[in-house]
């Protein structure tokens, strides 16, 4: 009798400075994605250059200087892309992919292809907001954050089998599958009040799959890392890498199935 109130308050004792830090970031970010241009794509940058810190910070904690580099090269090489876009852009994107594998870490090839990851998700969002307006990256990112939500509460309180317990130990099917329903109600809060193809549905659930299949990567490097987090810089939450790992894993599918078709006029407005 005296365990479960223990048990119970443990489960949930993250769940305040989630809330808060959560509040602060949606806060700030909607301000930025409203304004675009200049203001999003510095923000955008700023960010990018963080998570490569601490992906480099993870994986080669004795290299003090290192992590510093490669944020600063990352960031660099990001903004760089960003004013000559076109296919040169992809010459800057795996600069700081080169810069982990060429210096002593754990892990290089994964830190160097996970370092690709986040700089294409930096070019895509800057990118989509340019080419496809507001409603494309509310779109993501309401898929996102719905998968997010939806899939922390009902692996809390639905629990049940383990979806990758040997990579990633706190996530369940339940959580994962209630993931891909919210993103699919996403995906038609969007066919009914923004006029998109039905397709989003389908899509909107492939899109939170992938984000929680980056979710489980960057849980896969902390693992192999022996940290908890990937850093402390937001309370509840960790670094920026583990709030922004599902989004980086979205982003890299969409701008993927956008080599095919084209994805932005199946979102609507």
Known sequence: MTGEPVNTAQKWADLRPRLLSAIVMVAAGAVEIWLGGLAFAALVVVLTAVMLWELATMTAPSRQATPLAVAGAGGAALGLALVLN????????????????????????????????????????????????????????????????????????????????KVSPKKTWSGTIAGWIGAALVGLGFVIFAGAGWLLLPLSALVAFAGQMGDIVESWIKRRAGVKDASGLIPGHGGLLDRFDALIGAVVLVLLIGLVVPVTPLIGG
């Open 86 to 165: 076109g296919q040169v852009a992809g010459l800057f994107l795996v600069v700081p992919t080169l810069v982990l594998i060429l210096t002593p870490r754990r892990d290089r090839r994964l830190a160097g292809a996970y370092a690709l990851a986040i700089m294409l998700a930096g070019f895509g969002l800057v990118t989509l907001r340019d080419a496809a307006g507001i409603t494309a990256i509310l779109w993501l990112m309401a898929v996102v954050v719905a998968s997010d939500v939806l899939g922390y509460f009902a692996g809390r309180m639905l629990g049940g089998p383990k979806f990758w317990p």
